[in-house]
Each structure stands twice: as C-alpha cells, then as structure tokens.
C-alpha cells in the first residue's frame, strides 16, 4: 500500500510541476481558441499552399517554420518559397543547393538578408538535405523603390528581362483593402499611396511566384512577414485572383505579454496564430 501511495504522491507533484512551466508561445485558431502544434499540422498538411506569417526577428516563429517543415516533409511532397529570396538571386541559390557552391559563394552571389544565418540558413540546409526544391519569391528591391519612389509607373520604363522578375504588368491593384489602407494609418505622415502600391507589387510578385512553380499534388509552403498575408489578403489576395479553388491555409505570429488569450486586435488573422511571449529573446 505504501508504495501506490508513494507513485500517486510522485505524480501528484510531476503533475503539479509540469503546470508550473512558463510557455514561450500559445497557438489559437482565429476566433481565440487555444489549439495545439499536431492539429496544426494535421489541418495545413492536406493544403495546396500554405503561407507560413511570421515575425522576422521572432527564435519561436523560426523554430517552429523549421520543426513544421521538417514534419511535413515526411508525409508531403513539398516545395519550399520565401520572401527573403528575391527571383533574381533564384540562380545562386540553386547552385548552392545543388552544390556547385559553397556557402561563402551564396553569400558572395546573393542578397542575404542580415538575419540569414541564423533564421534562415536552417531552412535552405533542410531543403538541400533532402533535395527539395527552393524558391525565391519576391520582386527585387530596386524594382520595389521604383514603385515607392514613382508608382507604376516606373516599372514601363525597365527592360523585358527586368520584367520577367515582376509579376506581370499591369498588375491587379485594389487600394481599399483594409491592410493596405492600415499602412497609411500606421505610417502617418510618412504613409503614401506609392507606400502601398510598393506593398502590392511585392505581395503581386510573391503570389505569382508561388502559383509559377507550383505543382498539382505537392504541398508548397512559403515563408514570408505576416503582414503580406494576415486578415487573409496581400499574397492570398492575388493568389485567389488567379486560383480561387485551390487549398490555402495562412499562419501568423504575434507577440503579446499574456499569451494565455488571443487578443482581439489579433483576432481573425489567420487560420492559425502563434502568439510569443514579448519577453522571449529575438534575432536581432
């Protein structure tokens, strides 16, 4: 009898222990209800494509893309695609994934981001590990300020073959969407319709991008800022535009002092938000 008494005492205390660890983050479904990693997964697993919102400077959002990869990766044929890459860095970063280039040629031949070493180089690692493919999605910068700088309009001027590391032109472009219109707010002064246009070419490119290289019956996940697809518009918008059936889940990631509730602000971002705790070290 003493000792049942002493394994039920033993796990009375593990129990209670274990309810006194501190969380670094908390996923919700978007009306607020506390959900868990494997209903994750299990729910964006069966998708078409599926954006992955993230903070850029956030250790949880990053180690969480790498661990949902890395699982999806044993049920899923999967291709990979990320805002951090812009489409005319898409040569060197096939040369390193199929080892034509070492890592200092990566760096010597594309725009790295500065945070690339330690967010995003695990990713492009698995990729080459298992022979999946790496897409870079996004405009060029240059093309982006063209637009900051003039608009549209800017962008008739550039060559043909500067043209085809843009999605095509003219491209769809609606001002009221309500994220975009959140830019001008959240920008104040310095908030300008070229401010937002330069957003939509970026969203515009990354969605064409992703539907160019996607293939039928393969998973492709892209990794890009949570704002080009929170509150389901930026790249989702444009994806929609072209392919309205295919099938889309988004994730995001928010950072707030209590991670025990979803916040409203927070509410309806996506189909799945990760809140981080504020006080969990970042990046950079």
Not at 34 to 50: A, G, Q
Not at 98 to 125: C, E, F, H, M
Not at 258 to 269: P, T, V, W
């Amino acid at each position: 009898m003493n000792y049942y008494l002493f394994i039920i005492s033993f796990l009375i205390v593990s129990f209670s222990a274990f309810g006194q660890h501190k969380k670094a983050y908390t996923i919700f479904t978007p009306d607020g209800i506390e959900t868990h990693y494997n209903e994750l997964k299990e729910n964006v697993e069966n998708s078409d494509i599926l954006l992955f919102g993230e903070q850029h400077n956030s250790a949880i959002s990053h180690w969480l893309q790498f661990e949902l990869t890395k699982d999806l990766i044993q049920t899923r044929t999967v291709k990979l695609g990320a805002e951090m890459f812009e489409r005319d860095n898409q040569e060197p970063l096939n040369k390193f994934l199929s080892d034509q280039i070492n890592q200092k040629g990566l760096d010597t031949l594309a725009r790295l981001w500065s945070n690339y070493k330690t967010d995003y180089a695990p990713l492009v690692k698995l990729a080459k590990e298992n022979n999946i493919e790496f897409i870079a999605t996004n405009i060029p910068r240059r093309y982006a300020n063209m637009v900051f700088r003039n608009g549209f309009e800017a962008l008739d001027s550039i060559s043909a073959e500067e043209k085809g590391y843009i999605a095509p032109l003219p491209i769809n472009f609606d001002p009221e969407l309500p994220t975009y219109q959140n830019i001008l707010t959240m920008m104040g002064e310095h908030g300008t319709p070229e401010l937002v246009k330069a957003q939509a070419i970026k969203d515009a490119t990354m969605a064409y991008s992703i539907l160019e290289n996607r293939v039928e019956d393969e998973l492709f996940i892209h990794y890009n800022g949570a704002y080009h697809s929170d509150f389901y518009e930026g790249i989702l918008w444009y994806l929609k535009l072209t392919e309205p059936d295919l099938e889309y889940k988004t994730i995001s990631t928010v950072t707030q002092k209590d991670i025990s509730y979803l916040e409203e602000e927070h509410q309806g971002k996506a189909d799945f938000i990760i809140v981080v705790n504020e006080n969990v070290t970042t990046t950079y």
